[in-house]
């Protein structure tokens, strides 16, 4: 049995300073206690007096056939199946030397995750996966696949899901940032097939989120019925316009937004790109504001970083998306659900991740001081605990190892 004694633990939702014993039994948690607990004889200490124990963090938006590099969704045809594979691990492997255990693959090519994720694979992280992305002809992110046309192939689309054992259906509502061409302030499907989507899914047993940056394609996705959006920037044709009735009705009808913050330092957006953010007037400390503003109104948001698409986004930036959620004003703790507790529940995970509970997986981090004084105590991970195995925070590659290796 393995106890892990910290200051302090932050269990999904709150919390506790007052410094506690976690027990970890092969890959579960077994017992969460107090201080002054009496740890039995026999047991593996790892002892962090000054550090936090949280849950594994969940990345709710990744792109894991994206290698971060200039162009990686638009390179995707160049890439062999053995390419993909190599691909999806090296990502999954910086996202767990984060902390990350726990990713939403919202897009792949060719299938590639879904696929990757039906052999076996020890000491990675858990992965959930769309498969292609459902997307218009010659729409966003057309290159991996899922390109359709008109109500029946939107509803054959879903089936297919279903049928390879897709956990989500996305859905590209509007144009994207990184696939010039598209129009990101309009829509590329109307609110009759995307509620033709839905209504498959449901059918299905599948949720859909919708990649929304258009205002018309926010509406349209609401009066769908999506279980969740992507993005929701409310881009218009020249400006952001956040009205309140559709902030209303996304809390009102329990719609999951993912906002996708979180950048690389220094991170200088393509040009294309950056003439569009102008356009709009909108940068990173604005976005994180209007999250705020929507988790104020009651919208539950959800932490995913769009990672993998382009060197501003490279996989692994989660805990630095957290930090910038705190800079826009949300509390330190409600960030940190966003990645923890209400990320699990909105993935369909919160009977078992998520949360520092009895009987849930032992996928949990340990940083060094207190994130909710201190937020950027998430870029000092010391340890990971992947399904029961403490792992160190990096190797020289930047890689989650083992603390023999």
């Not at 039906?118 to 992965?127: F, W, Y």
């Not at 990649?211 to 881009?235: M, N, P, Q, Y």
């Amino acid at each position: 049995m393995l106890a892990l004694r910290v200051a302090r633990i932050f269990d999904g939702r709150s919390l506790t300073r007052d410094a506690g014993v976690v027990f970890v039994e092969g890959d579960r948690i077994v017992g969460v206690e107090s201080s002054g607990y009496d740890i039995p004889s026999g047991c593996e200490i790892l002892d962090r007096p000054d550090g936090t124990l949280l849950p594994g963090l969940i990345d709710a938006h990744v792109h894991l056939v994206g290698d971060s590099g200039p162009g990686a969704l638009e390179r995707l045809p160049g890439f062999s199946p053995d390419d993909l594979s190599r691909t999806i691990e090296q990502s999954l492997r910086v996202q767990l030397a984060t902390g990350v255990t726990t990713v939403r693959d919202l897009g792949d090519k060719a299938w590639s995750v879904v696929d990757w994720r039906a052999r076996p694979h020890a000491g990675l992280p858990t992965v959930l996966a769309s498969g292609p992305p459902i997307t218009s002809r010659g729409g966003h992110c057309s290159t991996m696949g899922g390109e359709v046309t008109g109500v029946d192939e939107l509803r054959a689309a879903v089936r297919e899901r279903a049928e390879r054992g897709a956990d989500i259906v996305k859905i590209m509502a509007s144009g994207g940032m990184t696939t010039p061409g598209t129009a990101v302030d309009q829509g590329q499907f109307t609110a009759e097939e995307l509620a033709a989507v839905v209504a498959e899914a449901d059918v299905a047993g599948l949720p859909v989120t919708a990649h929304a940056h258009a205002l018309i394609s926010i509406r349209d996705a609401i009066a769908a019925g999506v279980d969740g959006i992507e993005h929701c920037t409310f881009l218009t044709a020249d400006s952001v316009y956040v009205p309140d009735d559709a902030i209303a009705a996304l809390a009102a009808q329990g719609i999951v937004v993912c906002p996708t913050i979180g950048r690389a330092p220094d991170a200088v957006p393509p040009p294309h790109l950056l003439e569009r953010l102008l356009k709009a007037g909108m940068d990173l400390e604005s976005r994180a504001r209007q999250v705020a503003h929507a988790h104020r109104a009651g919208v539950t948001i959800i932490s995913g970083t769009d990672g993998g698409i382009n060197p501003g986004k490279p996989h692994g930036i989660l805990p630095r998306a957290i930090a910038d959620l705190v800079a826009g004003g949300m509390a330190p703790a409600d960030a940190l659900a966003s990645a923890t507790s209400t990320a699990a529940d909105a993935c369909g995970l919160g009977d078992r991740k998520g949360h520092v509970r009895v009987d849930y997986d032992a996928d949990l981090i340990v940083v060094d001081g207190d994130p909710l004084s201190d937020i950027s105590a998430l870029l000092r991970l010391d340890s990971t605990i992947l399904a029961g195995e403490v792992l160190t925070s990096a190797g020289d590659d930047g890689t989650a190892v083992r603390p023999e290796e």
